[in-house]
């Protein structure tokens, strides 16, 4: 790339890298929580996308429409997870995981090999929410 396409490309990129600035100087200095982050990081890119004139109702409407329909998806499968982690508690499967693996072995390094090889299977027909929540109880003793 020429030299002098450098500087007019960054000029033109600064306002876009300093979400990063935002992102990176708001949560290490103190001014905003991870949580807040998002919520700046969104009003800083509508106010970037009114300004370069590339927002436009419609879109902003349907990517409206379609975070809430994955949040709601992340939600229901989250407490779904949940209430299936609340009944593998309650009938005490980690008591009988526990008793199941240190009957194999109690070797520390087989045992993270087998729980790893569990989570690699469930991995291949679960979500990772699901996983964590689901699951995970289950392997972590009383």
Same mark, same amino acid.
């Given at each position: ?31 905003? +929580? ?15 996308? *009114? ?22 998806? +992340?939600?229901? /499968?989250?407490? +779904?997870?949940? *209430?299936?982690?609340? /009944? ?11 008793? *199941? ?29 699901? /996983? +964590? ?10």
């Amino acid at each position: 790339m020429p030299r002098e396409l450098i500087l007019p490309r960054t000029l033109k990129a600064l306002p876009g890298l300093f979400a990063l600035v935002l992102l990176v100087g708001g949560i290490l200095g103190g001014v905003f +929580t991870p949580a807040e982050v998002g919520s700046v990081l969104v009003g800083y890119v509508m106010v970037l996308s *009114f300004f370069y004139r590339t927002a436009q109702p419609k879109r902003l409407y349907q990517a409206v429409v379609e975070a809430g329909y994955i949040s709601g998806m +992340t939600l229901f /499968m989250a407490s +779904t997870s949940s *209430f299936l982690g609340f /009944m593998l508690a309650r009938d005490l499967v980690p008591h009988h995981v526990v008793n *199941f693996v240190t009957g194999i072995s109690t070797d520390k390094n087989v045992v993270i090999f087998i729980v790893s090889g569990v989570f690699i299977v469930l991995g291949m027909i679960l979500e990772p929410p699901a /996983m +964590t929540f689901g699951f995970l109880p289950s392997f972590m003793p009383f």
